[in-house]
């Protein structure tokens, strides 16, 4: 087992990256491995607005029926 903490969640002192910097760095890595072994990635940037994001949060939160995902 390794005594390795996992990172800290927000950056500060202990920590300037904070885990974005880490969750990037994990992602692509793993977009390395796939694409050495083959597979063909296709990165795709959908932007929503804050006011579409917001009016979309309004409607699941209105609607008991579409809080629940999955």
Sequence with gaps: MSSQ???ETTAGPE???????????ARD???RLLTENGTTLLR???????KEQGERLQDRLDEPKSRARG
Excluded: E, R
Aim: proline share 12%; net charge negative; hydrophobic share 50%.
């Design 5 to 7: 903490q996992p990172p």
């Design 29 to 31: 890595d793993f977009a």
């Design 15 to 25: 920590n300037p990256c904070g885990l974005d910097a880490f969750a990037a760095a």
């Design 44 to 50: 795709l940037m959908l932007h929503v607005s804050k």
